[in-house]
C-alpha cells in the first residue's frame, strides 16, 4: 500500500483548529471540506487523462482532460459525507456513491448497512472517503465491497490515520495484488482503549453533525 502523509503548513495550520475542542460544527465542516480538497489535489496525482485536441484564440493545441468512465467517489456514511463537497469541488464530473458502514463500538467490527454503486466497478478508479483511520476494519471492509464488485484501483482519503490502522491494512490486503493508495492529512501517534484516535479531534461525526 502506498501511504502518502500530507506534509504541508497549511494542511498542519487547518487540522490543528480542527482538532482543538472549542472548534464549533460548522467551522469544523467547513475546514474538513477545506482539508478535503488539499488532500484530492494529492490523491488524484495518478487520475486518468486523455489527449484531447482544442483551438485556443490563437492556435490550434493539445490538453488533458480526464478520461472516461470518470472516477467514483465514495462517501462512507455517516463521516465521509462531510467530506463530500471538498472533493467534488476538484473533480465536479465524478460519480458518487454510497457505503453506510457502522462500527460496533464493543467490539469495534464494521459491517454494512446501506450501499448505493454501480454493480460493476472494473476499470473505474476509486476513491474512498472516511475521515478517520482508526483501526482499520471499516476501510478493510470498504475496500472488499469495492474489490468484489471489480474495483483494482483504490485510493482512499482520510483526515487522520493511526499507526494501527495503516498496519491492519496492510495486513488485510498483503496477500491480494490490489493497488491500495492512503492519502491522509496526518499519521497520529496510536489508538487509546476505546478505539480514538490520540491525539486525533475525537468522534468526526459528532464533531461534524452532532450527537445524534
Ligand atoms: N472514529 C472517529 O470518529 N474518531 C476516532 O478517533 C476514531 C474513529
Same mark, same amino acid.
Given at each position: 500500500?502506498?501511504?502518502?502523509?500530507?506534509?504541508?503548513?497549511?494542511?498542519?495550520?487547518?487540522?490543528?483548529?480542527?482538532?482543538?475542542?472549542?472548534?464549533?460544527?460548522?467551522?469544523?465542516?467547513?475546514?474538513?471540506?477545506?482539508?478535503?480538497?488539499?488532500?484530492?489535489?494529492?490523491?488524484?496525482?495518478?487520475?486518468?487523462?486523455?489527449?484531447?485536441?482544442?483551438?485556443?484564440?490563437?492556435?490550434?493545441?493539445?490538453?488533458?482532460? %480526464? *478520461?472516461?468512465?470518470?472516477?467514483? @467517489?465514495?462517501?462512507?456514511?455517516? !463521516?465521509?459525507? /462531510?467530506? +463530500?463537497?471538498?472533493?467534488?469541488?476538484?473533480?465536479?464530473?465524478?460519480?458518487?456513491?454510497?457505503?453506510?458502514?457502522?462500527?460496533?463500538?464493543?467490539?469495534?467490527?464494521?459491517?454494512?448497512?446501506?450501499?448505493?454503486?454501480?454493480?460493476? %466497478? *472494473?476499470?473505474?478508479?476509486?476513491? @474512498?472517503?472516511?475521515?478517520?483511520? !482508526?483501526?482499520? /476494519?471499516? +476501510?478493510?471492509?470498504?475496500?472488499?465491497?469495492?474489490?468484489?464488485?471489480?474495483?483494482?484501483?483504490?485510493?482512499?482519503?482520510?483526515?487522520l490515520?493511526a499507526?494501527?490502522?495503516?498496519?491492519?491494512?496492510?495486513?488485510?490486503?498483503?496477500?491480494? *495484488?490490489?493497488?491500495?493508495?492512503? @492519502?491522509?492529512?496526518?499519521?497520529d501517534e496510536?489508538?487509546?482503549?476505546?478505539?480514538?484516535i490520540?491525539?486525533g479531534?475525537?468522534?468526526?461525526?459528532?464533531?461534524?453533525?452532532?450527537?445524534?
Open positions: 500500500m502506498k501511504v502518502h502523509v500530507a506534509n504541508h503548513p497549511l494542511i498542519s495550520h487547518k487540522l490543528t483548529v480542527l482538532r482543538d475542542e472549542r472548534t464549533d460544527s460548522p467551522t469544523f465542516r467547513h475546514l474538513v471540506e477545506e482539508l478535503v480538497t488539499l488532500l484530492a489535489y494529492e490523491a488524484t496525482r495518478e487520475v486518468h487523462t486523455e489527449t484531447v485536441s482544442i483551438k485556443t484564440p490563437v492556435t490550434a493545441t493539445k490538453g488533458l482532460k %480526464l *478520461a472516461k468512465p470518470t472516477p467514483v @467517489v465514495v462517501p462512507i456514511l455517516r !463521516a465521509g459525507l /462531510g467530506m +463530500l463537497e471538498g472533493m467534488t469541488r476538484l473533480v465536479p464530473t465524478a460519480e458518487v456513491g454510497f457505503l453506510g458502514m457502522v462500527r460496533d463500538e464493543v467490539t469495534l467490527e464494521a459491517s454494512t448497512y446501506a450501499n448505493r454503486l454501480p454493480d460493476d %466497478l *472494473a476499470g473505474r478508479q476509486c476513491f @474512498v472517503l472516511d475521515p478517520m483511520l !482508526a483501526t482499520g /476494519g471499516t +476501510l478493510i471492509a470498504a475496500v472488499h465491497f469495492l474489490a468484489e464488485r471489480g474495483a483494482t484501483d483504490i485510493t482512499i482519503i482520510c483526515i490515520a499507526p494501527e490502522g495503516i498496519a491492519a491494512l496492510e495486513k488485510a490486503f498483503a496477500e491480494i *495484488a490490489l493497488p491500495i493508495t492512503l @492519502v491522509t492529512g496526518a499519521l496510536k489508538l487509546n482503549e476505546h478505539g480514538y490520540v491525539p479531534l475525537g468522534d468526526a461525526g459528532d464533531r461534524l453533525y452532532g450527537v445524534v
